[in-house]
């Protein structure tokens, strides 16, 4: 069977995890490539309702394989915790099932304290982090300051290598911040209570693809956030630290030799967006505040509300050029049956002209949307399971979008749970 990629088409939260969870019964590998723990996919199934950061979203199905890749930012504290949690719901996670990339570079305590440290200097300028590290992490990594995870199987070596990281890491921390310094014993006890616990489950997870490739494995490959996150696609700098493209997959995650056939590109019906940043189509008021309460859109990290707004047609169609999607999953059209007329953003004012072509970076602030709307259909959708049995305003909405992005729509998606969907 082909390898496919599920990504992120808006700013994240398109409902990913539940798209993975659902497919993951048709690949043996599920991969996630890029990112860390700063953003969180909601998956419901018989086992209960979790929240992953880190984990790929094939951890609950048996017999698939799951793997950190390479490209990901592995914080072990954060990743022993959420495994502790998930196994604590009666999943069972082994190395047999979890394989994490020797060539992963780990995430250090000091990540987390330095994002933190540097929102609070910035104030009201601050990007709305998730402190999680991440892009203190990303820095670091492509500063070459990083330790990758196998080097937990050299501890002399590993031991020198964070002694030398831990003294340039402490001159910022001191000299800069005004922070107190890590000291050997603070590092030894991370080790210890972390490091030690995810060693079993690292290995060369480049040559285990290589040979699952080879031998015909098919490979399902999961992405973090969404198009508009892209350190270089996005909206910069309002992005994530790392590349949250499908063409990034097969590098993220030690494999650079696999092709991914089907991008699965997943959109929100309407759009949401977490943190700061140029955020054309948003809502205001009462319309926001019920939009956010019906699509319960606040973030699974961090808890808080979500920036709302109709879906945003100009942004859509770049992300989805950007993931090379071939086919679309819509997440989440339940929740618009509430409204009479449905908003969408169709074009962009910029500078007394509509565009529809999707504005650099620093010209989106000036940006205004074209809201048209599109008729409503007011009733329950959620157990709908065929397309054709959707009402004829949702049906219309759906080929809408469609038209819009000029991409297939394969999948609709009617409900959190994993059966409430309508294949196409
Ligand atoms: P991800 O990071 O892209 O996986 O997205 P999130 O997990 O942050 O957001 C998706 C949220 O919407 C989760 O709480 C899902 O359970 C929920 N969800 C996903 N698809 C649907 C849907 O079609 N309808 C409804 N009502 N909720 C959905």
């Given at each position: 069977m082909a390898n496919s990629a599920i990504v992120g088409v808006n700013w994240g939260d398109e409902g990913k995890g539940r798209m993975v969870d659902l497919l993951t019964e048709n690949y043996d590998i599920v991969v996630r490539f890029q990112g860390g723990g700063n953003a969180g996919h909601t998956v419901i199934n018989d086992r209960g309702k979790f929240a992953l950061h880190l984990l790929p979203s094939g951890i609950f199905r048996e017999g698939v394989v799951n793997i950190l890749g390479n490209g990901v930012a592995l914080d072990p504290?954060?990743?022993?915790?959420?495994?502790?949690?998930?196994?604590?719901?009666?999943?069972?996670?082994?190395?047999?099932?979890?394989?994490?990339?020797?060539?992963?570079?780990?995430?250090?305590?000091?990540?987390?304290?330095?994002?933190?440290?540097?929102?609070?200097r910035l104030k009201d300028k601050k990007f709305g982090s998730t402190k999680q590290g991440i892009a203190p992490f990303y820095s670091d990594k492509y500063q070459k300051k990083t330790v990758?995870?196998?080097?937990?199987?050299?501890?002399?070596?590993?031991?020198?290598?964070?002694?030398?990281?831990?003294?340039?890491?402490?001159?910022?921390?001191?000299?800069?911040?005004?922070?107190?310094?890590?000291?050997?014993?603070?590092?030894?006890?991370?080790?210890?209570?972390?490091?030690?616990?995810?060693?079993?489950?690292?290995?060369?997870?480049?040559?285990?693809?290589k040979r699952a490739h080879d031998e015909g494995k098919s490979i399902l490959f999961e992405a973090q956030l969404g198009s508009l996150r892209d350190i270089d696609y996005g909206i910069h700098p309002f992005t994530t630290s790392s590349n949250t493209l499908a063409a990034y997959a097969p590098i993220g995650s030690g494999c650079p030799q696999v092709k991914i056939t089907n991008v699965i590109g997943v959109v929100k019906a309407y759009s949401t967006c977490v943190g700061e940043g140029p955020f054309v189509c948003?809502?205001?008021?009462?319309?926001?505040?019920?939009?956010?309460?019906?699509?319960?859109?606040?973030?699974?990290?961090?808890?808080?509300?979500?920036?709302?707004?109709?879906?945003?047609?100009?942004?859509?169609?770049?992300?989805?050029?950007?993931?090379?999607?071939?086919?679309?999953?819509?997440?989440?059209?339940?929740?618009?049956?509430?409204?009479?007329?449905?908003?969408?953003?169709?074009?962009?004012?910029?500078?007394?002209?509509?565009?529809?072509?999707?504005?650099?970076?620093?010209?989106?602030?000036?940006?205004?949307?074209?809201?048209?709307?599109?008729?409503?259909?007011?009733?329950?959708i959620s157990k709908v399971r065929r397309f054709e049995d959707l009402p004829e305003a949702a049906r219309e909405y759906v080929l809408y979008v469609q038209r819009a992005i000029g991409c297939p729509i394969t999948y609709v998606s009617v409900g959190p749970e994993r059966e409430s969907i309508i294949i196409r």
């Open positions: 504290e954060n990743l022993w915790k959420e495994m502790t949690e998930v196994m604590g719901k009666g999943v069972s996670i082994t190395p047999d099932n979890l394989k994490i990339s020797s060539r992963a570079s780990l995430l250090m305590p000091w990540h987390r304290d330095l994002d933190e440290l540097e929102e609070r990758l995870a196998g080097e937990l199987f050299y501890p002399e070596k590993l031991r020198a290598h964070l002694r030398d990281l831990m003294e340039w890491k402490n001159l910022i921390l001191t000299s800069v911040y005004g922070a107190e310094p890590y000291t050997e014993e603070r590092l030894d006890e991370w080790l210890s209570s972390y490091c030690e616990r995810i060693k079993p489950f690292i290995c060369d997870t480049g040559e285990y693809l948003e809502m205001e008021g009462e319309e926001a505040e019920r939009l956010r309460q019906e699509g319960a859109e606040y973030g699974a990290k961090t808890g808080r509300p979500r920036r709302v707004g109709p879906i945003d047609l100009v942004a859509t169609r770049y992300g989805a050029e950007m993931q090379a999607a071939t086919e679309i999953a819509l997440t989440k059209l339940d929740v618009l049956s509430y409204l009479d007329k449905i908003p969408v953003c169709s074009h962009y004012e910029l500078d007394g002209e509509i565009v529809d072509i999707f504005p650099f970076p620093a010209a989106l602030d000036d940006a205004k949307p074209v809201i048209e709307y599109l008729d409503g259909w007011k009733c329950d």
